[in-house]
């Protein structure tokens, strides 16, 4: 096989965040090593798993990380970004579906910022809805809709709306964290270095994208 169909650029982490890239919170070497131990010890922090959300669905949009991939591994990156992107959407969610889900209201203590958070998904609600629809039915799911699928259907989930939605929303919560609003038993959660390093790169990318105006 050629290689050059299988291989994407590795991303420098000060470009992009990435959570095997720029930390050691790579779930496929751990379980490949069979060190269960160390994956649930890393498993421990709540911003290890937020971050990972949200450097998994920054990473898998960009057409460029996935140009010279072959069809299957493109599409197994593209079907991994709408899981991500599904669970960023529940992140922000002003209510839990389930007891054990993690929302933003967990973290955050400041009611300013939870009504900014609120404006946000009022004003993307129809999106949301739709897109969350498009993923459970074409991509979560086998079902009919796969066959039957129209091209309205497919046109729901505009890829450039949603990234905005995600966008707005991420503004907000780094803000946040930035001005060390989130519950107190959490902040020494937040403190840890290598959160630290993510968070950093995870601005950095903010800052690229605002001067840019387009997913890097």
């Not at 991303?11 to 060190?35: G, M, N, R, T, W």
């Not at 460029?64 to 299957?72: D, E, G, R, T």
């Not at 079902?143 to 939605?165: A, G, H, Q, V, W």
């Not at 946040?176 to 989130?182: F, G, P, V």
């Given at each position: 096989?050629?290689?050059?169909t299988?291989t994407v ?5 000060s470009?992009?965040a990435?959570?095997?890239?720029s930390?050691s919170?790579?779930y496929?070497?751990?379980e490949?090593?069979h060190?269960?131990k160390?994956?649930?010890d890393?498993?421990?922090n709540?911003?290890d ?7 998994m669905?920054?990473?898998t949009f ?7 991939l ?5 599409n197994a990156v593209?079907e991994?970004?709408r899981?991500h ?13 389930y007891d054990?889900?993690?929302?933003i209201?967990?973290l ?7 009504r ?8 993307f609600?129809n999106?949301?809805k739709?897109?969350k629809?498009?993923?459970d039915?074409?991509?979560a799911h086998?079902?009919l809709k796969?066959?039957?699928k ?11 709306e949603y ?21 107190e038993e959490y902040k020494k ?11 950093n790169?995870?601005k950095?990318?903010?800052s690229?994208?605002e001067?840019n105006?387009?997913?890097?």
């Amino acid at each position: 096989m050629d290689k050059k169909t299988t291989t994407v650029e590795i991303i420098d982490p000060s470009e992009l965040a990435y959570s095997c890239v720029s930390s050691s919170f790579d779930y496929a070497q751990i379980e490949k090593s069979h060190d269960i131990k160390k994956l649930f010890d890393r498993k421990k922090n709540i911003f290890d798993h937020i971050f990972y959300e949200i450097e998994m669905f920054l990473y898998t949009f960009s057409d460029s990380n996935i140009k010279n991939l072959n069809v299957y591994l493109k599409n197994a990156v593209m079907e991994s970004n709408r899981i991500h992107l599904r669970n960023l959407f529940d992140f922000f969610r002003k209510e839990k579906r389930y007891d054990d889900d993690i929302i933003i209201s967990d973290l955050i203590s400041n009611a300013g910022t939870l009504r900014k958070i609120e404006n946000v998904e009022d004003k993307f609600k129809n999106l949301v809805k739709e897109c969350k629809e498009v993923i459970d039915k074409l991509t979560a799911h086998l079902t009919l809709k796969r066959i039957n699928k129209s091209k309205d259907f497919m046109e729901k989930c505009n890829p450039k709306e949603y990234f905005d939605s995600i966008i707005e929303n991420l503004r907000i919560f780094f803000d946040a964290l930035e001005k060390n609003e989130m519950k107190e038993e959490y902040k020494k959660d937040f403190e840890n270095a290598d959160i630290q390093k993510r968070f950093n790169a995870l601005k950095n990318y903010m800052s690229k994208y605002e001067q840019n105006k387009k997913p890097l």
